[in-house]
């Protein structure tokens, strides 16, 4: 666990900085300033997107070919 105080930031690489800005409550309050390279998702939404998309594989002509990578993996461990 890391503990940071309010202004206080986190780097991540060279090029990633995660500032604590602000805290509400049970709310905090952070800024991000990243490369537009990188996307910065909401983990909800990212969620939601990495579902979406398994949905849409499952239900395209290579479900078939998913399938059996899926089984590949599975053998390996």
Do not use: C, H, W
Not at 11 to 25: N, Y
Not at 51 to 64: I, K
């Amino acid at each position: 666990m890391l503990k940071r105080k309010i202004g206080e930031s986190l780097m991540f690489g060279d090029d990633i900085e995660i500032t604590f800005l602000e805290k509400e409550g049970d709310t905090v309050k952070i800024g991000i300033q990243a490369p537009r390279s990188v996307r910065v998702l909401r983990k909800e939404i990212f969620d939601e997107i990495v579902t979406a998309n398994q949905g849409a594989l499952e239900t395209s002509p290579f479900a078939d070919l998913l399938s059996e990578y899926k089984n590949l993996k599975n053998d390996e461990k």
